[in-house]
């Protein structure tokens, strides 16, 4: 998987030039496959450069942007630098609230996204606040069995897990697999992510 993606980056680099947006969106798909392997350093490397090629080009609250920012900020926090990727994610939320209101799916992806860093952060009751607000409005625009509604109810599972609130956090992230199995062949990864998180909750091993 990715070598292929090493190879298309290669061939649109070659053919249409290292800023040309088919360039950049195969930079994202590589990044996004590294960053599955563990291997964040190569990712954020690839992420950065998307950055700031189109911070140039589109702006800094152009929506290409802000996409490559989110992306970005996810693999800051994986790496440990959770006060970098707040600030990150606290101005896309700022910048998508601006583009396309407060109850918008990208305004609440990027809100789902803060939440999780809030809670690495150790802050868990504003981080469940946030989510709870997250999971309301997505189950009420885009309903319960919509990806991104699962993604926030799987953190919101995961804070509640961590405050001792374990049978509430089970069941909800019960309810998760149980959607992400209907719809396992759309995303076998997220499906398979929901499952281990649900068999370490009953080893009481989840952290």
Known sequence: MTA??????????????????ETLAAMLDLAEALWREGR???????EERVVAVRRRRLGATH???LKALGK????????????????????????????YGEGHRETLRALNNLGGTIAAEGDLAAAR????????????????????ALAAMGNLAAV????????????LQLAVVEERRRAAAQDAVATAAAE?????????VWQ
């Open 72 to 99: 970005l900020a996810v693999t800051l926090g994986m790496q440990g630098h959770l006060a970098q990727a707040r600030a990150l994610q606290e101005d896309i939320v700022a910048a998508m609230r601006a583009l």
């Open 40 to 46: 964040l350093g190569a990712a954020r490397g690839l």
């Open 4 to 21: 292929a993606l090493e190879r298309r980056l290669a061939q649109t680099r070659a053919t249409l030039g290292e800023e040309h947006d």
């Open 129 to 148: 606040a946030l989510l709870e607000t997250v999971v309301a409005a997505l189950c009420e625009s885009v309903g319960a069995a919509d990806p991104d």
């Open 63 to 65: 929506p290409d942007t």
């Open 160 to 171: 509640l897990w961590r405050e001792g609130a374990c049978e509430e956090a089970y069941a």
């Open 196 to 204: 281990a998180a649900l068999a370490a909750m009953e080893r009481g």
